[in-house]
């Protein structure tokens, strides 16, 4: 089974909007780490949010929030405002163990693709 | 600055012609990565390690080795590269004791293997 899967392999919004990008992981560990990268066409990895397993509030950066749903194991990042500077590819990975953990899982990613 | 150092960026090679890609950070990090990106894969881990001298095998692992000697340093070796392992390979790092553990990474080294 897949550790960690993004449904969307494309998404468009408009300028200004704001998008949610789908995450759903699968764990049996207690704790765990769930992170979004982002990946522009120049090709680096940049890191955007993270959420803990414990935390009881959704994480937030700016105009990044993370809709973290622990029953259903969702982590969906939100996007608000959306400029153009965001679209890229999208990753969502997770770190079982938490923060001692060794092993880290990627989704597929999401194409973002903002319009003027 | 604090980065994470990948050589070379660009490689072209030939089948079965041994290659090393080095990464190097300067974050005194103990946990350090490597990743290959694929296509409609994702990023999928290839070897890692939690210290000096202790390296595990990631998702996939066949066809690569590694070595943690020091610290800083954790270069990906192929042994004897073949086409399939044409991608762009990814070296990260992270900080086990506190914070996020979120990984650090490298530009990225985009290899062919002709």
């Known amino acids: 089974a897949q550790k960690i899967t993004q449904t969307q392999p494309g998404m468009f919004v408009q300028e200004k909007e704001a998008v949610t990008l789908d995450c759903t992981y699968d764990?049996?560990?207690?704790?765990?780490?769930l992170f979004w990268y982002k990946q522009p066409s120049s090709g680096e990895m940049i890191f955007l949010i993270y959420?803990?397993?414990?935390?009881?509030q959704n994480a937030t950066e700016g105009r990044y929030s993370l809709n973290f749903q622990k029953a259903r194991k969702s982590a969906n990042l939100v996007i608000s405002a959306s400029q153009l500077g965001d679209s890229a590819m999208y990753f969502c990975?997770?770190?079982?163990?938490?923060?001692?953990?060794?092993?880290?899982?990627f989704g597929t990613g999401t194409s973002l693709t903002v319009i003027p | 600055e604090a980065q994470v150092t990948q050589n070379p960026r660009y490689l072209i090679t030939v089948t079965g012609k041994k290659l090393t890609v080095t990464c190097s950070q300067n974050?005194?990090?103990?946990?350090m990565s490597w990743y290959r990106q694929d296509p409609g894969l994702g990023l999928r881990q290839i070897y890692y390690?939690?210290?000096?001298?202790?390296?595990d095998k990631g998702d996939v692992p066949e066809g690569y080795k590694v070595s943690r000697k020091e610290k800083r340093n954790f270069p990906l070796i192929l042994e004897s590269p073949s086409p399939n392992q044409t991608s762009l390979y990814f070296c990260?790092?992270?900080?086990?004791?506190?914070?996020?553990?979120?990984?650090?990474f490298g530009e990225g080294s985009r290899l062919t293997v002709l």
């Open positions: 990260a790092s992270s900080l086990l004791d506190r914070g996020t553990g979120e990984l650090f």
């Open positions: 764990t049996s560990d207690q704790s765990y780490g």
């Open positions: 959420q803990g397993s414990y935390d009881e």
């Open positions: 990975a997770m770190r079982e163990g938490g923060w001692t953990g060794n092993q880290f899982y």
């Open positions: 974050m005194n990090h103990e946990y």
């Open positions: 390690s939690m210290n000096v001298e202790v390296t």
